[in-house]
């Protein structure tokens, strides 16, 4: 009888054990799929931002520099380069930012597997 009862809990811990493993493969894959779809719908719209502002910014420049052809046009191109290079380095610095205070991936599985582990260490 008593051999019944430790095969039946042992059945019982394994099942229990494949189900736990089994919800954590879950969460896994569905923190995959959130970050995947976040990366790749970001990714899409920084390209075609930095396309349509690249563009801009040269038209710009052109219009500026063609305006001031007959005056000062070293001193607009000047001016346009510096003012260029101070909002990429600024948005670098931005950037740079960003990425140093992204959330870590897998957040939530790994809460979910140190509530686990606290669960089990307290039996």
Known sequence: ?????????????????????????ELISTDVQIARTKFLSLFLMVIFTLFFLFFGLVM???????????????????LLTSSFLGVGFILALVVLHSLKTMPKLFEATIAELAKDRQELTKR
């Open 1 to 25: 009888m008593s051999q019944e009862n430790l095969l039946s809990s042992l059945k019982h811990l394994v099942s229990t054990g494949a189900s736990i493993a089994q919800t954590r493969l």
């Open 60 to 78: 710009l420049a052109l219009l500026i520099v063609i305006y001031s052809w007959e005056s000062d046009r070293m001193m607009a191109l000047g």
